[in-house]
C-alpha cells in the first residue's frame, strides 16, 4: 500500500486538483458535477481566493449551497488534499465549536472522495485516519459520517477506522430524503 499525505490546498498543487476535475472526479459525493464544475469556475476567477477557502476553521466563508438549492450558514471546516505526488483525492472536516453534535442539515463532520484511477490503494483509510486526529485537535469526542447505502467501498473505509453503524434514516428534504446510513467513530479512546 502506498503512503499518502494530506495536504492544504495551494496554487502550487492546483494543476494536480484542476486535472483530476476535468476528468469528471468530484470532491463532493452528493452535489457530484454541479460542485465540480462550480469549482472549475471559481478557479478560473480567483484560483488563490479558491484555495484559501477550502482552509475555514473560523466559519469566514459565505453560505453553503445544498442539493435543492438551498443554502445554510457555513461551519468551521478544513479540506485536505489527499496526496501520492498528485491530488488523489480530497477529505474534509467540518465541526461546530465546544461540540459533537451538527444541525440537522449537516449530514456528518467528514466526507471524503478519492479519484476513480487511484481507489483501492487504500488512500481513503489512510486519509480518514489522519483525518480523525484534527477532530481530536478540535476536543471532539466523536466524529460521524453518513453513506449511501449502496456506496459499500466507503463504508468498508468507515468500519476499517472503527466506525459503526448507529442508525438508518432518511436526510433532509434538502437532500431529497434521501435513505443514507449513519456511523460514527468514538475519538476519546
Given at each position: 500500500?502506498?503512503a499518502i499525505e494530506l495536504l492544504k490546498p495551494t496554487?502550487?498543487?492546483?494543476p494536480s486538483y484542476v486535472s483530476a476535475l476535468m476528468t469528471g472526479w468530484s470532491p463532493?459525493?452528493?452535489?457530484?458535477?454541479?460542485?465540480?464544475?462550480?469549482?472549475?469556475?471559481?478557479?478560473?476567477?480567483?484560483?488563490?481566493?479558491?484555495?484559501?477557502?477550502?482552509?475555514?476553521?473560523?466559519?469566514?466563508?459565505?453560505?453553503?449551497?445544498?442539493?435543492?438549492?438551498?443554502?445554510?450558514?457555513?461551519?468551521?471546516?478544513?479540506?485536505?488534499?489527499?496526496?501520492?505526488?498528485?491530488?488523489?483525492?480530497?477529505?474534509?472536516?467540518?465541526?461546530?465549536?465546544?461540540?459533537?453534535?451538527?444541525?440537522?442539515?449537516?449530514?456528518?463532520?467528514?466526507?471524503?472522495?478519492?479519484?476513480?484511477?487511484?481507489?483501492?490503494?487504500?488512500?481513503?483509510?489512510?486519509?480518514?485516519?489522519?483525518?480523525?486526529?484534527?477532530?481530536?485537535?478540535?476536543?471532539?469526542?466523536?466524529?460521524?459520517?453518513?453513506?449511501?447505502?449502496?456506496?459499500?467501498?466507503?463504508?468498508?473505509?468507515?468500519?476499517?477506522?472503527?466506525?459503526?453503524?448507529?442508525?438508518?434514516?432518511?436526510?433532509?428534504?434538502?437532500?431529497?430524503?434521501?435513505?443514507?446510513?449513519?456511523?460514527?467513530?468514538?475519538?476519546?479512546?
Amino acid at each position: 500500500m502506498s503512503a499518502i499525505e494530506l495536504l492544504k490546498p495551494t496554487t502550487a498543487l492546483l494543476p494536480s486538483y484542476v486535472s483530476a476535475l476535468m476528468t469528471g472526479w468530484s470532491p463532493d459525493n452528493v452535489r457530484r458535477e454541479v460542485a465540480a464544475r462550480e469549482q472549475l469556475r471559481a478557479i478560473e476567477v480567483d484560483a488563490q481566493a479558491f484555495v484559501d477557502g477550502l482552509d475555514d476553521p473560523t466559519a469566514s466563508g459565505g453560505p453553503i449551497p445544498l442539493p435543492d438549492g438551498s443554502t445554510v450558514a457555513r461551519l468551521p471546516s478544513i479540506v485536505r488534499w489527499i496526496w501520492d505526488g498528485d491530488v488523489s483525492g480530497a477529505i474534509g472536516f467540518r465541526w461546530q465549536t465546544g461540540t459533537a453534535e451538527l444541525p440537522p442539515n449537516v449530514p456528518g463532520h467528514i466526507g471524503f472522495s478519492v479519484v476513480p484511477w487511484k481507489r483501492g490503494n487504500g488512500y481513503a483509510r489512510q486519509a480518514l485516519n489522519l483525518m480523525l486526529g484534527e477532530a481530536r485537535l478540535q476536543g471532539l469526542s466523536y466524529v460521524e459520517l453518513t453513506v449511501d447505502p449502496e456506496n459499500i467501498a466507503s463504508q468498508r473505509v468507515i468500519a476499517a477506522c472503527d466506525g459503526v453503524l448507529i442508525e438508518r434514516f432518511r436526510k433532509t428534504a434538502a437532500y431529497g430524503f434521501a435513505e443514507s446510513l449513519r456511523f460514527r467513530i468514538e475519538l476519546d479512546r
